[in-house]
């Protein structure tokens, strides 16, 4: 199925590694021309050498999302996309001792894609086309007891979307939410490896994943996916096909929450 992101421009905000990176070989392997953010000079330069080299058209740029002035200096950029991923976001390690984190958290995984919304959604508007999509997480619906402003940063998402969503009613833009599980990225898998190897399983990542599955987060279809699967599911999101989804949050956890 033809997508037709073909010539349309995306940026994915923390894509220089991990999730984001992910998400943003996917945009670009169906056409999109990707724009790789990093927050400090060089970040952005390896995934675009991996997009470029595949044969997709990349650039990077580097900013600080955290901040109104970091934000206003890639305004151009984000004026200019079609699609706006907000993939970044961060725990502080925050809990009910001390709440010193939780403004940084809300400013980290809220304020930081609203920014870089309200700068996008001038040009999309005008363009009468455009997908704003956040990442968020299944760990909303299932905290645990730690990182507790976080999870409660990322549960406001949903409500941000759909408000967005009224916003742009009838414009041509949508707004979305996609809210995966674990995902099998470099750390994940290097924690997940070191973690089920004290326990005594074996050293392959195959042997880890089962223990994850087992003991950790499960999920109905057994499988942990790749950043690459997710960024399958966010570029489906972003696409002409996909115009009459808006104001949703969508889980990609494979189950979990029934699990």
Known sequence: MDLGLTGRTALITG???GTGAGIAQALADEGAHVIVHGFEDGQPDATVASITEAGGSAVGIVADLASDDGVESIRTELESVDVLVNNYG??????WTSMDAWADEWNRNVMTGARCTQ????????????????????????PGDRNVGYYTAKAGLPALVRTLAQELRGTGVTANLVSPG?????????????RAQREGVGE????????ALANTMPNLTERIPEPADIGRIVAFVASEAAWHITGADIPVDGGAVDA
Do not use: C, K, N, Q
């Open 204 to 211: 392959s990542w195959a042997d880890a994943e089962r223990w």
């Open 119 to 142: 700068a996008a959604i001038v040009g999309m508007r005008e363009r009468g086309w455009g997908r704003v999509i956040f990442l968020g997480t299944v760990g909303t619906r299932m």
């Open 90 to 95: 961060t725990p502080s390690r925050s809990s």
């Open 182 to 194: 674990m995902i099998a990225t470099t750390e994940v898998r290097d924690m997940v490896t070191r």
């Open 15 to 17: 894509s220089y590694r």
